[in-house]
């Protein structure tokens, strides 16, 4: 990434007191920014006179950029595998679109977004050769084989990235993600230092290959710290639940999962929800049974969705997984695989922070 694009954006999200992701989300005309912050940020952008354009000076006039470009078209697509591409809309979807949206900009491309329900059949865009290549979102429902086999379809047809999802998969092509592993044991470090000493993992979508991996690595980081925990989950399939280990519990719904935590004997003082997604389903459970989240159960969520946070008071901590960042290295990852087609397939992971709940609301 470029250095003068982080300075830049940097001392816009300096003056208007966000973040970067924040000043992005605006440049980008992104949802689920407050109508001050926006204001704030294009004042910020207009004082200091900065365009994201900027970038294509350290590489000689926009002329000679967009010829030195790889690729025939000018078209890079955004193509969502198994799932329509509505499922883009959802705020960890829209953040990584929009990392790719300024990455695809910076680099003189035009962005087209579309669907692949099934990699097997023809698809418009790649077939008549209308686009120089694609990132590639993967729905978590898919089978990690199908998985497979479609990124190796779609790989030798056009090049190619895989972003988000897990990170151990198809290692034929190019994957940028979140580090779900650092995930895990950021959450299991935030609940040890918060002196939770019952501990416990919530999956409502256990099967998802992400998932586990997060649920793993708390679980593991428990055990390394000789600190038992517990998964709870919302499944009946005996081998999922094999996969998260030994201490499991497995619940019909959300609600059940909460009637279990409270009749748990001890109760769970310290709570990992894999996504806030999840979160923001089972918090307003706990609040019903009357349970006091500030005082009695501490929770770290994750994903870092201001929208799905919002309502929750007390709003517990998250872990930003950086999607807007997954979303530019995934598209500066193309651009390197277009221009070096026998290169060697790369695993980006993007490091994860935790974002405390007195925070969460400077960063919108």
Same mark, same amino acid.
């Given at each position: ?6 300075? &830049? ?9 966000? &973040? ?23 004042? +910020? ?5 900065? &365009?994201?354009?900027?970038? $294509?000076?350290?590489? @000689? ?5 967009? $010829?030195?470009?790889? @690729? ?10 198994? /799932? ?15 990392? %790719? ?7 003189? =491309? ?60 198809? =290692?034929?092509?190019?994957?940028? #993600? ?21 501990? +416990? ?12 991996? $997060? ?7 428990? =055990? ?54 999840? #979160?923001? #389903?089972?918090?307003? %459970?706990?609040?019903?049974? @009357? ?15 201001? &929208? ?19 979303? =530019?290295? +995934? ?21 994860? /922070? ?11």
């Amino acid at each position: 990434m470029s250095v003068v694009r982080q300075k &830049s954006i940097a001392n816009v999200a300096k003056a208007a007191g966000v &973040s970067t992701a924040t000043v992005s989300r605006v440049l980008n005309n992104l949802p689920h920014v407050r109508e001050e912050t926006v204001r704030r940020v294009r004042e +910020a952008v207009q004082a200091l006179n900065y &365009s994201p354009l900027r970038i $294509r000076r350290d590489l @000689g006039e926009e002329d000679h950029f967009r $010829r030195a470009r790889p @690729g025939r078209t000018g078209n890079i697509a955004v193509i969502t595998l198994g /799932q329509a591409r509505a499922w883009l809309q959802l705020p960890v979807m829209a953040a990584a679109v929009a990392g %790719i949206r300024s990455a695809v900009t910076e680099r003189g =491309y035009r962005l087209i977004l579309d669907e692949l329900l099934d990699a097997s059949k023809p698809h418009r865009l790649i077939d008549r050769r209308e686009i120089d290549g694609a990132i590639v979102f993967v729905t978590g429902d898919l089978q990690p084989e199908r998985c497979d086999d479609a990124l190796d379809i779609l790989s030798q047809k056009i090049p190619i990235v895989w972003a988000m999802g897990e990170e151990y998969g198809n =290692y034929d092509v190019d994957h940028v #993600t979140c580090d779900n592993v650092h995930i895990g044991h950021l959450a299991y470090n935030y609940l040890r230092n918060k002196r939770c000493q019952d501990i +416990a993992v919530i999956a409502l979508n256990p099967s998802w290959p992400f998932m586990r991996s $997060r649920a793993q690595a708390f679980l593991n980081a428990a =055990y390394d710290a000789h600190q038992p925990a517990t998964a709870y989950m919302v499944s009946q399939d005996p081998m999922i639940a094999d996969s998260y280990g030994k201490r499991v519990i497995a619940a019909k719904s959300a609600q059940d999962v909460v009637a279990k935590i409270l009749s748990a004997p001890p109760r769970p003082t310290g709570l990992f929800i894999l996504n806030d997604q999840s #979160t923001s #389903t089972l918090v307003p %459970i706990l609040y019903r049974h @009357g349970t006091r989240l500030d005082r009695e159960i501490t929770i770290i969520s994750c994903d870092n969705e201001e &929208s799905r946070l919002a309502a929750l008071q007390p709003r517990p901590a998250t872990i930003d997984i950086r999607s807007e960042e997954v979303g =530019y290295r +995934a598209m500066v990852r193309l651009v390197s695989r277009m221009r070096n087609p026998e290169e060697t397939p790369l695993v980006v992971r993007v490091a994860a /922070q935790v974002v405390e709940a007195s925070k969460i609301g400077e960063f919108f």
